[in-house]
């Protein structure tokens, strides 16, 4: 199947600093990309859709603002949590879509503790 | 995206076939249903999909009934390493996934 990578795999910081999440599709081009967040015992939740070259499209509650996501070619989205807070401590998964929109693979996911 | 329904956890003896049943009544004529695993801490993998026509891959076996209403994913000889969290999705082509709490499934030596 395909592959994609999310850099860091994990991340500290403290409170009030901006962290950058990267999600590479590794072998195929994906126009749209989503973005995750997934806390502890629950779910995943879907915040905000990445489409290469356009404004994000976000979620009910989530602040663009605070994640601002860009996705500037057909293989790289980034997220990026700004003025992090604890309560943005979870865990972050990217999906790719192909380019026929059949299917979403998923990155490894990126944990972030803010302390 | 049509809601699906799953049980919250099974158990399956290692060796033995895993059997996972996803209810999607509401499903419309042109969503698929995808089958979505995730091993603790680590984003979903992809398992497989379909339509309406069972499908088979190196991973496993789906099984749609006729009238699509719900749908069985089968690992012919469950191993340890197959324990997870089991998520059936039904969605058109090109639209997000909403995720369900899933099925978690434990493997038994």
């Known amino acids: 199947g395909a592959v994609v990578s999310q850099h860091p795999s994990w991340v500290i910081c403290k409170s009030g600093t901006s962290v950058k999440i990267e999600c590479r599709s590794l072998?195929?081009?994906?126009?749209?990309m989503f973005w995750y967040r997934q806390f502890p015992k629950q779910s995943l939740m879907l915040m905000a859709t990445?489409?290469?070259?356009?404004?994000?499209?976000?979620e009910q509650g989530v602040e663009k603002d605070k994640f601002l996501i860009n996705h500037a070619s057909l293989t790289l989205s980034t997220l990026t949590v700004t003025s992090a807070h604890p309560e943005d401590s979870s865990f972050y998964i990217c999906?790719?879509?192909?380019?026929?929109?059949?299917?979403?693979?998923f990155g490894p996911g990126t944990r972030l503790l803010v302390l | 995206d049509a809601k699906t329904t799953q049980p919250p956890s099974m158990d399956c003896a290692e060796g033995r076939a895993a059997n996972l049943p996803c209810n999607h009544s509401?499903?419309?004529?042109?969503?698929?249903v995808y089958w979505y695993r995730q091993i603790h801490s680590q984003g979903p993998q992809y398992i497989i999909h379909?339509?309406?026509n069972n499908e088979t891959n190196e991973m496993a076996s789906l099984i749609i009934t006729e009238d699509r209403k719900s749908s069985t994913l089968i690992l012919p000889h469950a191993t340890l390493r197959d324990t997870a969290v089991y998520y059936c999705?039904?969605?058109?082509?090109?639209?997000?996934?909403?995720f369900g709490p899933g099925t978690r499934l434990s493997v038994l030596p």
């Open positions: 999906s790719a879509e192909t380019r026929s929109g059949e299917t979403q693979y």
């Open positions: 072998d195929f081009q994906a126009t749209t």
């Open positions: 990445s489409n290469e070259g356009s404004k994000a499209t976000y």
């Open positions: 509401t499903i419309s004529g042109n969503e698929y």
């Open positions: 379909g339509l309406k």
């Open positions: 999705i039904a969605s058109n082509y090109g639209q997000n996934f909403v």
